[in-house]
């Protein structure tokens, strides 16, 4: 088992900044992507940004310039700088992590919301 524990939602204006962390403990020997997720109200849940092991990151588009992922795996954290955020990046943000033999496991989600 994997368990997951994000930090550092809240509330910010259009333009402000926020870091999301994700903290991995239990099973880790064999985590290989971590990443984050968001789903708006009446939304599907959307890929972010994801970081494998060897440091290959992935961005949605929407998000490109803006969020900067990152990955320690000495602390087995996963962290999300998102800058210049606006509103349509409301949401619930979900950290995961694809385990090589148990498939993924999801956090619980932190609430991140733009105000205008």
């Known amino acids: 088992q994997v368990q997951l524990v994000e930090s550092g939602g809240g509330l910010v204006q259009a333009g402000g900044s926020l870091r999301l962390s994700c903290v991995a403990s239990g099973t880790i020997f064999s985590i290989n992507t971590m990443g984050w997720y968001r789903q708006a109200p009446g939304e599907q849940r959307d890929l972010v940004a994801s970081i494998t092991r060897a440091g290959n990151i992935n961005y949605a588009d929407s998000v490109k310039g803006r969020f900067t992922i990152t990955r320690d795996n000495a602390k087995n954290t996963v962290y999300l700088q998102m800058n210049s955020l606006k509103p349509e990046d409301t949401a619930v943000y979900y950290c995961?992590?694809?385990?090589?033999?148990?498939?993924?496991?999801w956090g619980q989600g932190t609430q991140v919301t733009v105000s205008s």
């Open positions: 995961y992590v694809d385990h090589a033999f148990r498939g993924r496991y």
